[in-house]
């Protein structure tokens, strides 16, 4: 007799599920987690625990105090009152001084918008391979791969493509390519500004990612027109740096917002796919780009200003940034080339898995001890402790990132990347909803997937005060950057207007699993 069997799901209202029955020994697992669970709260509460008996004795002390040594304390005291009362107020206005100017800068974030495409821009696997057929330049063998890609990818059959790409003869003009950032950039600008009431001339610093086309004058530049921002901004346009831009355009606004006191920073993060268009050659490594990624941009307005507290939605807490590009395979694991017959693409190594793991390893090194509970920090030491000195044959503790953030946003490059962090960060099916949501519904929008990943909990009403968000972004050179947001308030999704609000109640949706494909 096996060891499954049919019972009612009733989360997820598909009927009769199966389930599998664990042996007895098996069944007593779970009470593990409740000793993990207890041993985290006696760590956590170790001071408090501490000072209890502490308090105990010293009001006990204190309690053997008669009126006459209090008498004779008071005499003490007025004896040398003026003296006292000087050093005092002295050495607090020194230690305030002190503590205000060392202090970092409160950085919040206001708001932020994220792009959505027309409707006749959505472009389905269907609409895609007739465009691929249609460009005379795949053989049979590459059509085949591209289409096993999109059908192993996680899309869904709503992602936006650029207009200039949708129709044969491709435009690879400038122009189209301007076209295109206009539409996109400025679109999502108008929204963000419309929602915060910040007037364009208030912004002090911009900063601008987009890795592919950076043409001249720059973006940032073409920003300042557009909007006429004023001549004394600080403006910056980063170019080259993958999908893990976005995180490290918020590190440089950061950063820059510790010394303008009292100013607004706007940070933009798009991709261009018009200007370079498709690869157009048959290297498998360069044709899963192709297949990969959609149209997006995502806008956010950053604030120093202690009077922005009250209606901003989250507080920066930590950036780490970690890069691996002294080591060559970490290098060369994405990288823009042109291949045996000049067709310029992307190409993205078979190593690209194991050195984002070892990216994020090095990542959450630095992160680790910022945010995780003393109890998980003493588990892990432990271990290493007893691996690297004891020699002992046990696997590394993986801590336990549940405890230190309610929310996680990954990049959604890719259903590959997506399977691997569930697995090595322990997360749940609720904690990747919506990185995966993202990928099947906007794909790969680059830098601004992390956005739409938070703007897709906030239309889930899952935000609230008090909550903890882990925003994790890869991308070329290669780098893997980390942003730890706090939230200010709870999020009410009946006032949000986001590119999810006029269908959040479709989602999620169920995407079959799938075996990965090797190239």
Not at 120 to 141: N, P
Not at 176 to 194: H, Q, S, T, Y
Not at 293 to 308: E, T
Not at 447 to 475: H, M, T
Request: hydrophobic residues 40%.
């Amino acid at each position: 007799m096996g060891n499954d069997k049919r019972v009612e799901n009733p989360d997820n209202g598909h009927g009769p599920v199966s389930v599998h029955v664990l042996p007895e020994k098996k069944r007593n697992l779970p009470k593990l987690k409740y000793v993990k669970l207890g041993y985290h709260y006696l760590v956590s509460n170790a001071m408090y625990l501490f000072l209890v008996p502490v308090i105990g004795t010293l009001l006990a002390h204190l309690s053997k105090v008669s009126v006459e040594n209090f008498t004779e304390l008071w005499n003490h005291l007025r004896l040398n009152h003026f003296l006292t009362v000087i050093l005092c107020s002295v050495s607090l206005a020194f230690a305030a001084t002190l503590y205000f100017m060392s202090r970092p800068r409160k950085v919040y974030l206001v708001d932020f918008a994220c792009y959505k495409p027309q409707k006749s821009q959505k472009w389905t696997k269907e609409r895609f391979m007739q465009v691929a057929k249609g460009l005379e330049c795949f053989t049979e063998e590459s059509l085949s791969f591209m289409h096993k890609i999109l059908e192993k990818s996680g899309y869904g059959q709503a992602t936006y493509g650029p207009k200039a790409l949708m129709q044969l003869p491709f435009e690879y003009s400038m122009a189209a390519a301007m076209d295109e950032e206009d539409v996109v950039i400025f679109g999502a600008i108008d929204d963000l500004l419309a929602k915060t009431g910040v007037r364009p001339r208030d912004i002090g610093i911009l900063v601008v990612n987009s890795s592919l086309f950076n043409p001249i004058p720059s973006l940032s530049a073409r920003i300042v027109n557009r909007y006429k921002l004023r001549g004394n901004i600080l403006s910056y346009n980063l170019g080259g740096m993958g999908c893990s831009a976005g995180l490290i355009s918020i590190d440089l606004a950061k950063s820059l917002l510790q010394v303008q006191p009292n100013s607004y920073a706007l940070v933009v993060s798009t991709e261009n796919l018009t200007r370079d268009g498709p690869y157009r050659g048959n290297e498998r490594s360069m044709l899963v780009t192709n297949c990969l990624f959609r149209v997006g941009a995502a806008v956010v307005l950053l604030s120093n200003k202690f009077s922005d507290r009250r209606r901003s939605k989250y507080r920066l807490v930590h950036t780490v940034r970690t890069h691996k590009g002294a080591d060559d395979k970490c290098f060369n694991c994405v990288l823009q080339q042109e291949d045996d017959t000049q067709n310029v693409g992307l190409s993205l190594s078979k190593d690209l898995m194991a050195v984002a793991g070892e990216a994020l390893k090095t990542n959450i090194t630095t992160l680790g001890p910022l945010v995780l509970p003393v109890s998980e920090q003493l588990l892990f030491f432990v271990s290493l402790v007893a691996k690297k000195v004891f020699k002992m044959k046990i696997k590394p503790y993986i801590p336990d990132f549940k405890l230190a953030f309610e929310h996680f946003c990954i990049h959604a490059g890719g259903r590959g990347v997506l399977d691997e962090l569930e697995k090595n960060l322990v997360l749940t099916r609720w904690h990747m909803e919506p990185s995966r949501m993202t990928l099947y519904r906007f794909g790969n929008t680059s830098s601004s997937s992390l956005w739409y990943e938070l703007a897709y909990s906030e239309a889930k009403g899952r935000i609230r005060k008090g909550d903890r968000i882990w925003q994790i972004g890869f991308g070329s050179g290669f780098k893997c950057n980390s942003a730890v947001w706090h939230a200010i308030k709870t999020i009410n999704p009946a006032k949000e207007k986001n590119p999810w609000m006029d269908e959040i109640d479709e989602f999620p949706v169920q995407v079959p699993k799938v075996t990965p494909i090797v190239y």
